[in-house]
């Protein structure tokens, strides 16, 4: 399968800090990122849908100022959680979709970024 | 929107037995169906797809059954080993449509 990448893949900081997720897709140009959220022992919550060159689109519930994403290439999705607190604290996950057309628009998750606020 | 149900929670089986994960969907038109497998700390993986075309497609150990008049999908994994522990989900789109995840099955295999 194809391979997409998380950077880091732990992050601690103190409330009130904002902290950047990178998401890249290694071996395909993606056109289309998603961006999940995990919360232990539960399943994948979408957080945005983020396509190059537009604007995120984002879940109900969810805060865009907070929640700043932006996918400026391709190959690169970043998301920052701005101000963060302690409730922002979880295991975050990207996937991408791979448009070649032998993948038939099939979604590769990056291995997580697990953060924790303090 | 669609609602994906996947049952059990949590599955037991000695080693060398089959497991067997069911879903059901909701949105009929729903045309794709992938199976992610995630270890502890990890992203889930991509094991198994299954597109509405097809009724069934395997991969050696592991296969994935539709029916779509009824409206269910199946993971199917025989001679099961201890590395396939993990927690499998389930998921369903429409087109290019966002996935709905199930919320999981957790598989222990015991040697």
């Known amino acids: 399968g194809a391979v997409v990448s998380q950077h880091p893949s732990w992050v601690i900081c103190k409330s009130g800090t904002s902290v950047k997720i990178e998401c890249r897709s290694l071996?395909?140009?993606?056109?289309?990122m998603f961006w999940y959220r995990q919360f232990p022992k539960q399943s994948l919550m979408l957080m945005a849908t983020?396509?190059?060159?537009?604007?995120?689109?984002?879940e109900q519930g969810v805060e865009k100022d907070k929640f700043l994403i932006n996918h400026a290439s391709l190959t690169l999705s970043t998301l920052t959680v701005t101000s963060a607190h302690p409730e922002d604290s979880s295991f975050y996950i990207c996937?991408?979709?791979?448009?070649?057309?032998?993948?038939?628009?099939?979604?590769?998750f990056g291995p997580g970024t697990r953060l924790t606020v303090l | 929107g669609e609602n994906v149900e996947q049952h059990p929670s949590t599955l037991s089986v000695q080693e060398g037995d089959s497991a067997v994960i069911k879903c059901t969907y909701s949105?009929?038109?729903?045309?794709?169906f992938p199976w992610y497998k995630q270890e502890l700390g990890k992203g889930p993986q991509l094991i198994i797809d299954?597109?509405?075309?097809?009724g069934e497609k395997k991969d050696q150990r592991i296969a994935v059954t539709l029916n779509k008049t009824a409206k269910h999908f199946s993971l199917h994994i025989t001679e099961t080993q201890p590395e396939d522990s993990a927690v499998y989900f389930c998921?369903?789109?429409?087109?290019?449509?966002?996935?709905?995840f199930g919320k999981g099955t957790m598989l222990l295999v015991s040697p």
């Open positions: 996937s991408a979709r791979d448009p070649r057309p032998r993948a038939y628009g099939e979604q590769f």
């Open positions: 071996d395909f140009q993606a056109t289309t």
């Open positions: 983020s396509n190059e060159g537009s604007k995120a689109t984002y």
């Open positions: 949105d009929s038109a729903s045309n794709y």
């Open positions: 299954i597109r509405s075309n097809v």
């Open positions: 998921a369903a789109a429409a087109g290019y449509s966002t996935l709905t």
